[in-house]
Each structure stands twice: as structure tokens, then as C-alpha cells.
């Protein structure tokens, strides 16, 4: 495609947190590049929640696939998938390897879904933290009785006065703990075969700990809490798992096609590239298509996030997932189901999350040395002070416990992965595909912005923007008079005439005798008298120019417009003023640019510069490039790399690839139509809406600031509770309560960024797709 696609990526380690425990992963060796294979076997892999279970599994596989690179996991949704070109392997043998982790794995249909035995498991874990939150309200109720009141049973939260615990109440607490651990020994179980402590260990520990020193109290309250905590993480992670799901609704299941045995439905994944569709007015278009008969008003904000319904007409392209208004359309077939444009978005988004951001890989090293050491610490608080000091055994063992709990990473590890699947998908909703945690945190980073200038900054097709017309003819007259000399004409300021005379209602008969000097213009007749038609240079070859109407010329060209000359045998009859316009918005995005603290923001074109400046000028923009060519552009974003760090260069993502690539982000524009543009760019912007990029900026730094909120939130809870342990003020319960509480406050914290879509983006008229403009 380009040199752009040559570009290291980010990782793709596969892994989010997104399952029950997700929170409390701190993995290591999964950082190496997992491409999503072209082709292979997909399984639904049941406990593979995060990267600790990616590492798990590479470790158990690879040597019996041929190695790492034969592996792609889809954390978000639990899957695994091996590439053909992976040694052969049954699935009856990767099953077995699977099973041996602690792990169970099946071969997914994507037609089948996965939702029954979700649903069932999802059940379960209601039910049994239901059941242990009740055997611990049965174990205060039965120290209620036995205390004889409320009041003597706050003597539960410092021992029973030197008496060991009833059996009843010990019963009920073991009870408790008996229903919370069901989904955390089997984990626990294969962290220590591993020695890789994770959070079910540590919590294992903790609970035995606490029973065996007869704080039966206080092991079955940590069971329940840590239970409840995984129950609410899944729930809340779950809804980001949901939202990228919500994307597979937004095409209709089936698809109304036209044949000549008449009208009928089908599944929309069997609808051929070449049918007639026929969608009727509020349904959702089935696949992406070119209306052939119809005109209405199609809401695109699932696939683009424009506001304001865009008109179609015969010609039109429309896309999967959005949505009819007023009127039938009947439209062909133009891509298969699953190759659409919303297709590919889904795929792209799915991929995305494995694209770890930095603030993920850091918190992921954080926490890799955080758990060990504080899990030494523990040990050195058990053992030194007993020993060094001849205090408690039994007071400093249970201080350790407590610091146990606090080694827990839960509310740190969660919070950065959460927000970025939430980023993501809210990007994605209002029109924006950003390709991977790395570059949604771009974007806030951001010192200077270059822009291309044709198809980015303008429209990218010349525009009639001025008629002058001379010696008593009138606009009207001169319009009809160079629509009828450019009918035969396929020249870009031809169709620029043709389309600027057809709003203003006139259809011109084709000249008679039309002859085209190329290179030069064109000459014919019209009503019985010849008329010509062509540049400024055209006008002095004829002899027909004056100083008048050299000024009136210079004066347009130095405003970078192109000049179009018509006359007869007669006199000049008039000019046009040709131009690439600025795209509505392109100033005020600049100055909202500005306004967001990037300092530098620079045009490039291989235009000239007289043209270029005024652009510039009209843009905003007063650092202009012009007159380049390709590497000459990729010298320019390489300079500005040097000087200002991180940089965005926004381009059409394929002409523009080399400088693209180079610098720190590539931003492609209108890339709902352009395949090329969806898989080379890092962000990718459905529409031509330039105000999405001052959004974007916005979006990323919301993005990062919650991210560092849950972190600074994350570790001042752990630092609090580390000094209230050391004196003694710290507890078991209260220690859990705390810190799955921070755990789930960071994550409803992150899903706030689910609604980031409807946040800033200003509001559009409707707009008119012709066919010329969907070509």
C-alpha cells in the first residue's frame, strides 16, 4: 500500500483486563508483537481474563505450535487464535494444553454465540456471593444472640474476650468463605505451581491466615468483599466489553433483496456484492451500497458521527449501520457483509485494545515489582518484629495479612485499561477510529500539527468562487455560455463550470462545432456565433487582452485563484474565477487548535506558493510549505520531529503515507469511503469534519487525566493504609473494603469516558450527497 504500513507499531499484547479478576493482573513477558493472524482457528478461552493468563498460555503453548508468533489473543472477548501456519495441532490436543493451566478452551462459532453459557457462569457467581454475604450476616446475627444485644456484640471487632469463637459463628464465616472462593482456589492453585503471585493467592493466604489465628470474622467478611468486588468488576468491565459489542447491532440481521422472482429476505451475511437492496424509510441499511432509485435523508453518525442526516440520491454510496429516513431507497450491493465498512471498524476496534498505551505499560511494570516487594515487606513485618523486639507473634502475623491485601494492585491495574476500551469505543462513536491505546493518548501530547493542504485544509476540487462579467453580459449569461463550451470536457475546472451552473438551474446545450485545444482551451458555436474559451495565456495569444483585464487577472491569480477567460470574435465576454475553497470550519479549527496550547500548526503542498499563502491565510495558518514534492514533505515533518517532539501530520493516509509515517501520529481524513486510509492511519476520521481533531485533542487529554486521577487516587488509598498497618489501625476487612472499593470507584470513574462522544462536537446542517461527491 505504502511505506506507511512499514511502520513499527506499538505491541500487540494482547492484554486488557477484562474479565472477573481482571483488576488484579500484574503479568509480566507479554509485552512481545502479536499480530491478529490473516487465517486460522478461533477459541473461546474460558479464564482468560488478563495478561497474566496471556502469559500462561504462551508458556504452555508455543512449544507445542512452533512458537509465540503463532498466537493471537483477543483479551476483551475471552479468545484465542491460532494461525494456520502453526505446526499441526488438533483441537482435542490445544484443548488438553489449555486444560492444564486451569483453563478451559472451545472452538468459537461467531454464529452461535457465547451468550447462554456466559449468562449461566455470570449466574453462578451472583448466586454464590449472594450466599456468602449472607453466611457472614447469619455469623453477626448468630454473635448478636450469643452476645445477648447490640451492644455487647461490638466486642465481635476486638476477639471474644480471650474465648475462642462459637462454633456457630465459625461455621458461618467458613461458610462464607466456602461460597467466595469458588472462582479464586483454582486461580490460587495455578499462581503458586507457577510461583507468579497474583491477587487470588494473596488472598488465599490471607484468608487462611486469618483462620488460623481463629479471625474467623475477619476471614469471611475478605472472602465475601473480594468476592462481591469481582462480581461488580465484572459487571462494570463488562459494560466496556458491551459497548464494543453495541457495534455488531448496528446492522440489521437480515436484508430485503430484489430478484426477479420478486421480494424477499435473507440473512445479511448472504447478500452478494452486485444485489438490489431495498430498504423502506426508518430501517437500518443492511450493507454498504450504491442507491440506484430513491432519494432520502440517511442518518450516518453510527459510522461517521455527523449530526445531521446526509441526503441521498442515485449514486450515493451509503454504509452498513446507518440508518433510513423518509424515503425507500433501493440500492446495489457494492461489499460483502463481513468486508463493510462497519465490518472493518468492528475488527479494528476488537484489535485496538491490544495496543497497549504507555500509561498501561507502566502501571503494568509498576506493578510487577509492587506486589513481590510488598509481599517481602509483609514477611519482614511478620517476622522482624517478634524477633528483634520480642513483640506478638500473633499481632504482627495478622499486621501481614492486612499488608497482604493491601499488595493487591486491583484499583491500579484496572483503572488504565478501562479507560482506554471506553476512550476507544466513545471515539469510534463519534466518528473517530483510533487504532490502539498508544495513539489515544497521542494526541494530548501534541506540540505541533502539520496539515496537508489539498483534500485536508480545502475540499480537494476546484469550485467556481467568482463570474466578472464584461461589456453589458450578464453572470447568467456568461455561466451558460462556459457550461456550453466545457459539456464535452472532463478537465477538473470543467466539472468545477458544469456543477456551478447546474445549482443555478442551467442546462446548457453542448456547443455546435466544439473543438478542444489542448492544453489551451476550447472554441465552438453557440446561437450562430463562435465563442472561446480558456486560461489568462489563451487571452494574450488572441490578442484579446488589455491592461484592464490583465489587472483584473493578476489581482485573481495572486489570491491564488485559476483564471478561466471567455470570449467571442467580438471582445472578451468575461472571467471566471476558479479555486480549491477552504473546507467550512478549517479556521476555526485552527484557532481551537491554538486555543488547546499546540503552538505549531504548519500547511505542506506541492503547490505554489502564492497559492500555498493564501490558503494560509485563509486557514489560519502562517507557517507554509509549499512547492514540495513527497520526500521533500517527509524532510519537513522529520525537521519539525527534531525541533518539537511529538507531531501530527493529518493527510488523506495514502498520498501523504511517508510523512505519515513519520511522524509521531498520522491522522487520515474522510476515511468512511477509503479503505486505504482505515487501515494505514493510526486515527482515522470517518468524515471530512476537521472540527473532530480540536475533539480528538479534548478527548485524549480527558483521557490521560483520568487515568493519572485513578492512579494518584489508587496509590494514596495503598499509602494510607500501609502507615495505619504499621500502627496498628488497620484491619482485614477494612483493608479489602477500601481497596475494591478504589477499584471500582477508578472504573466508573473510566466509564464516564463512555459518553465522550456527545461532548464538544458542534452541531451541522444537513448536508446533500450528490453521486460526484461520493466518487
Same mark, same amino acid.
Given at each position: 500500500?505504502?511505506?506507511?504500513?512499514?511502520?513499527?507499531?506499538?505491541?500487540?499484547?494482547? @492484554?486488557?483486563?477484562?474479565?472477573?479478576?481482571?483488576?488484579?493482573?500484574?503479568? !509480566?513477558?507479554?509485552?512481545?508483537?502479536?499480530?491478529?493472524?490473516?487465517?486460522?482457528?478461533?477459541?473461546?478461552?474460558?479464564?482468560?481474563?488478563?495478561?497474566?493468563?496471556?502469559?500462561?498460555?504462551?508458556?504452555?503453548?508455543?512449544?507445542?505450535?512452533?512458537?509465540?508468533?503463532?498466537?493471537?489473543?483477543?483479551?476483551?472477548?475471552?479468545?484465542?487464535?491460532?494461525?494456520?501456519?502453526?505446526?499441526?495441532?488438533?483441537?482435542?490436543?490445544?484443548?488438553?494444553?489449555?486444560?492444564?493451566?486451569?483453563?478451559?478452551?472451545?472452538?468459537?462459532?461467531?454464529?452461535?454465540?457465547?451468550?447462554?453459557? =456466559?449468562?449461566?457462569?455470570?449466574?453462578?457467581?451472583?448466586?454464590?456471593?449472594?450466599?456468602?454475604?449472607?453466611?457472614?450476616?447469619?455469623?453477626?446475627?448468630?454473635?448478636?444472640?450469643? +452476645?445477648?444485644?447490640?451492644?455487647?456484640?461490638?466486642?465481635?471487632?476486638?476477639?471474644? @474476650?480471650?474465648?475462642?469463637?462459637?462454633?456457630? &459463628?465459625?461455621?458461618?464465616?467458613?461458610?462464607?468463605?466456602?461460597?467466595?472462593?469458588?472462582?479464586?482456589?483454582?486461580?490460587?492453585?495455578?499462581?503458586?505451581?507457577?510461583?507468579?503471585?497474583?491477587?487470588?493467592?494473596?488472598?488465599?493466604?490471607?484468608?487462611?491466615?486469618?483462620?488460623?489465628?481463629?479471625?474467623?470474622?475477619?476471614?469471611?467478611?475478605?472472602?465475601?468483599?473480594?468476592?462481591?468486588?469481582?462480581?461488580?468488576?465484572?459487571?462494570?468491565?463488562?459494560?466496556?466489553?458491551?459497548?464494543?459489542?453495541?457495534?455488531?447491532?448496528?446492522?440489521?440481521?437480515?436484508?430485503?433483496?430484489?430478484? @426477479? $422472482?420478486? &421480494?424477499?429476505?435473507?440473512?445479511?451475511? /448472504?447478500?452478494?456484492?452486485?444485489?438490489?437492496?431495498?430498504?423502506?424509510?426508518?430501517?437500518?441499511?443492511?450493507?454498504?451500497?450504491?442507491?440506484?432509485?430513491? @432519494?432520502?435523508?440517511?442518518?450516518?453518525?453510527?459510522?461517521?458521527?455527523?449530526?445531521?442526516?446526509?441526503?441521498? $440520491?442515485?449514486? +450515493?454510496?451509503?454504509?452498513?449501520?446507518?440508518?433510513?429516513? /423518509?424515503?425507500?431507497?433501493?440500492?446495489? %450491493?457494492?461489499? +460483502?457483509?463481513? !468486508?463493510?465498512?462497519?465490518?472493518?471498524?468492528?475488527?479494528?476496534?476488537?484489535?485496538? =485494545?491490544?495496543?497497549?498505551?504507555?500509561?498501561?505499560?507502566?502501571?503494568?511494570?509498576?506493578?510487577?515489582?509492587?506486589?513481590?516487594?510488598?509481599?517481602?515487606?509483609?514477611?519482614?513485618? #511478620?517476622?522482624?518484629?517478634?524477633?528483634?523486639?520480642?513483640?506478638?507473634?500473633?499481632?504482627? #502475623?495478622?499486621?501481614?495479612?492486612?499488608?497482604?491485601?493491601?499488595?493487591?494492585?486491583?484499583?491500579?491495574?484496572?483503572? *488504565?485499561?478501562?479507560?482506554?476500551?471506553?476512550?476507544?469505543?466513545?471515539?469510534?462513536?463519534?466518528?473517530?477510529?483510533?487504532?490502539?491505546?498508544?495513539?489515544?493518548?497521542?494526541?494530548?501530547?501534541?506540540?505541533?500539527?502539520?496539515?496537508?493542504?489539498?483534500?485536508?485544509?480545502?475540499?480537494?476540487?476546484?469550485?467556481?468562487?467568482?463570474?466578472?462579467?464584461?461589456?453589458?453580459?450578464?453572470?447568467?449569461?456568461?455561466?451558460?455560455?462556459?457550461?456550453?463550451?466545457?459539456?464535452?470536457?472532463?478537465?477538473?475546472?470543467?466539472?468545477?463550470?458544469?456543477?456551478?451552473?447546474?445549482?443555478?438551474?442551467?442546462?446548457?446545450?453542448?456547443?455546435?462545432?466544439?473543438?478542444?485545444?489542448?492544453?489551451?482551451?476550447?472554441?465552438?458555436?453557440?446561437?450562430?456565433?463562435?465563442?472561446?474559451?480558456? %486560461?489568462?495565456?489563451?487571452?494574450?495569444?488572441?490578442?484579446?487582452?488589455?491592461?484592464?483585464?490583465?489587472?483584473?487577472?493578476?489581482?485573481?491569480?495572486?489570491?491564488?485563484?485559476?483564471?478561466?477567460?471567455?470570449?467571442? /470574435?467580438?471582445?472578451?465576454?468575461?472571467?471566471?474565477?476558479?479555486?480549491?475553497?477552504?473546507?467550512?470550519?478549517?479556521?476555526?479549527?485552527?484557532?481551537?487548535?491554538?486555543?488547546?496550547?499546540?503552538?505549531?500548526?504548519?500547511?505542506?503542498?506541492?503547490?505554489?506558493?502564492?497559492?500555498?499563502?493564501?490558503?494560509?491565510?485563509?486557514?489560519?495558518?502562517?507557517?507554509?510549505?509549499?512547492?514540495?514534492?513527497?520526500?521533500?514533505?517527509?524532510?519537513?515533518?522529520?525537521?519539525?520531529?527534531?525541533?518539537?517532539? *511529538?507531531?501530527?501530520?493529518?493527510? !488523506?493516509?495514502?498520498?501523504?503515507?511517508?510523512?505519515?509515517?513519520?511522524?509521531?501520529?498520522?491522522?487520515?481524513?474522510?476515511?468512511?469511503?477509503?479503505?486505504?486510509?482505515?487501515?494505514?492511519? /493510526?486515527?482515522?476520521?470517518?468524515?471530512?469534519?476537521?472540527?473532530?481533531?480540536?475533539?480528538?485533542?479534548?478527548?485524549?487529554?480527558?483521557?490521560?487525566?483520568?487515568?493519572?486521577?485513578?492512579?494518584?487516587?489508587?496509590?494514596?488509598?495503598?499509602?494510607?493504609?500501609?502507615?495505619?498497618?504499621?500502627?496498628?489501625?488497620? *484491619?482485614?476487612?477494612?483493608?479489602?473494603?477500601?481497596?475494591?472499593?478504589?477499584?471500582?470507584?477508578?472504573?466508573?470513574?473510566?466509564?464516564?469516558?463512555?459518553?465522550?462522544?456527545?461532548?464538544?462536537?458542534? $452541531?451541522?446542517?444537513?448536508?446533500?450527497?450528490?453521486?460526484?461527491?461520493? %466518487?
Amino acid at each position: 500500500m505504502s511505506d506507511f504500513q512499514s511502520r513499527p507499531k506499538s505491541p500487540l499484547a494482547s @492484554d486488557h483486563c477484562g474479565g472477573a479478576h481482571s483488576s488484579c493482573c500484574a503479568a !509480566d513477558g507479554v509485552s512481545e508483537s502479536t499480530p491478529a493472524p490473516r487465517g486460522g482457528r478461533t477459541f473461546r478461552v474460558h479464564g482468560l481474563d488478563c495478561a497474566e493468563e496471556v502469559a500462561v498460555l504462551k508458556h504452555e503453548l508455543a512449544p507445542l505450535l512452533g512458537g509465540p508468533e503463532f498466537l493471537h489473543f483477543d483479551v476483551l472477548n475471552g479468545r484465542l487464535t491460532v494461525a494456520d501456519e502453526a505446526r499441526p495441532v488438533t483441537d482435542e490436543q490445544l484443548q488438553q494444553a489449555v486444560a492444564a493451566t486451569g483453563m478451559r478452551a472451545q472452538r468459537w462459532d461467531p454464529s452461535a454465540g457465547e451468550a447462554p453459557e =456466559h449468562d449461566h457462569q455470570h449466574r453462578t457467581q451472583i448466586l454464590l456471593t449472594t450466599l456468602s454475604g449472607l453466611a457472614v450476616l447469619s455469623g453477626l446475627l448468630i454473635h448478636v444472640v450469643l +452476645a445477648g444485644g447490640f451492644a455487647q456484640a461490638l466486642r465481635l471487632f476486638g476477639g471474644h @474476650d480471650g474465648h475462642s469463637m462459637p462454633w456457630p &459463628e465459625v461455621l458461618a464465616y467458613a461458610s462464607a468463605v466456602a461460597f467466595g472462593a469458588r472462582y479464586v482456589l483454582v486461580k490460587a492453585w495455578h499462581a503458586a505451581r507457577r510461583l507468579r503471585p497474583d491477587i487470588n493467592l494473596l488472598m488465599v493466604i490471607a484468608v487462611i491466615g486469618a483462620a488460623a489465628i481463629d479471625q474467623w470474622f475477619e476471614a469471611g467478611t475478605v472472602m465475601f468483599l473480594f468476592a462481591l468486588s469481582l462480581l461488580l468488576e465484572s459487571w462494570s468491565v463488562g459494560r466496556a466489553r458491551r459497548a464494543v459489542a453495541a457495534l455488531l447491532d448496528l446492522a440489521p440481521p437480515v436484508a430485503r433483496i430484489k430478484t @426477479d $422472482q420478486g &421480494e424477499h429476505e435473507v440473512a445479511v451475511h /448472504d447478500v452478494p456484492v452486485g444485489a438490489h437492496v431495498i430498504v423502506m424509510p426508518g430501517e437500518r441499511i443492511p450493507v454498504d451500497a450504491r442507491v440506484v432509485t430513491g @432519494d432520502s435523508a440517511v442518518n450516518q453518525a453510527p459510522i461517521t458521527g455527523e449530526s445531521a442526516p446526509v441526503r441521498k $440520491q442515485p449514486g +450515493a454510496k451509503v454504509f452498513a449501520g446507518t440508518i433510513n429516513g /423518509d424515503g425507500a431507497l433501493e440500492m446495489e %450491493s457494492l461489499r +460483502a457483509a463481513e !468486508d463493510s465498512t462497519l465490518a472493518r471498524i468492528i475488527r479494528l476496534v476488537e484489535q485496538a =485494545h491490544s495496543q497497549r498505551a504507555r500509561a498501561e505499560q507502566w502501571v503494568e511494570r509498576f506493578a510487577r515489582y509492587y506486589t513481590p516487594i510488598v509481599m517481602l515487606l509483609a514477611l519482614a513485618v #511478620f517476622v522482624l518484629p517478634p524477633l528483634l523486639f520480642g513483640a506478638p507473634w500473633q499481632v504482627w #502475623f495478622y499486621r501481614s495479612l492486612v499488608l497482604l491485601v493491601i499488595a493487591c494492585p486491583c484499583a491500579l491495574v484496572i483503572s *488504565t485499561p478501562v479507560s482506554i476500551v471506553a476512550a476507544l469505543c466513545s471515539a469510534a462513536r463519534a466518528g473517530v477510529l483510533v487504532k490502539g491505546g498508544i495513539f489515544i493518548e497521542q494526541p494530548a501530547k501534541l506540540n505541533a500539527i502539520a496539515f496537508d493542504k489539498t483534500g485536508t485544509l480545502t475540499r480537494g476540487e476546484p469550485t467556481v468562487v467568482g463570474i466578472y462579467p464584461l461589456d453589458a453580459h450578464t453572470e447568467h449569461g456568461l455561466l451558460r455560455t462556459a457550461a456550453a463550451l466545457e459539456q464535452r470536457s472532463g478537465h477538473a475546472l470543467a466539472r468545477a463550470v458544469l456543477a456551478y451552473a447546474g445549482e443555478r438551474g442551467i442546462s446548457p446545450v453542448a456547443a455546435e462545432q466544439l473543438q478542444v485545444l489542448q492544453g489551451r482551451g476550447a472554441t465552438g458555436n453557440i446561437d450562430g456565433q463562435n465563442y472561446w474559451l480558456g %486560461s489568462h495565456r489563451y487571452l494574450v495569444e488572441r490578442g484579446a487582452d488589455t491592461p484592464e483585464l490583465a489587472a483584473l487577472a493578476q489581482a485573481l491569480q495572486s489570491d491564488g485563484k485559476t483564471v478561466v477567460a471567455i470570449g467571442n /470574435d467580438a471582445h472578451v465576454c468575461g472571467l471566471i474565477a476558479v479555486a480549491d475553497t477552504v473546507r467550512v470550519g478549517a479556521r476555526e479549527t485552527v484557532q481551537a487548535l491554538r486555543a488547546a496550547g499546540i503552538g505549531h500548526i504548519i500547511m505542506l503542498t506541492g503547490d505554489n506558493r502564492v497559492t500555498a499563502e493564501t490558503i494560509g491565510r485563509q486557514a489560519g495558518i502562517d507557517q507554509v510549505h509549499a512547492e514540495l514534492l513527497p520526500e521533500d514533505k517527509l524532510a519537513v515533518v522529520e525537521r519539525l520531529v527534531s525541533e518539537h517532539g *511529538t507531531v501530527a501530520m493529518v493527510g !488523506d493516509g495514502v498520498n501523504d503515507a511517508p510523512a505519515m509515517a513519520r511522524a509521531g501520529l498520522g491522522i487520515a481524513m474522510g476515511a468512511a469511503g477509503t479503505d486505504a486510509a482505515i487501515e494505514t492511519a /493510526d486515527i482515522a476520521l470517518m468524515t471530512d469534519d476537521l472540527s473532530k481533531i480540536p475533539w480528538l485533542v479534548d478527548h485524549s487529554r480527558r483521557t490521560v487525566g483520568i487515568i493519572r486521577q485513578n492512579i494518584v487516587l489508587s496509590l494514596a488509598i495503598k499509602l494510607i493504609f500501609v502507615v495505619l498497618t504499621f500502627f496498628g489501625l488497620a *484491619t482485614l476487612w477494612g483493608a479489602i473494603a477500601a481497596d475494591e472499593g478504589v477499584a471500582l470507584l477508578v472504573v466508573f470513574n473510566s466509564l464516564r469516558l463512555l459518553g465522550a462522544h456527545r461532548r464538544g462536537l458542534p $452541531q451541522r446542517t444537513p448536508v446533500s450527497h450528490a453521486p460526484v461527491a461520493e %466518487s
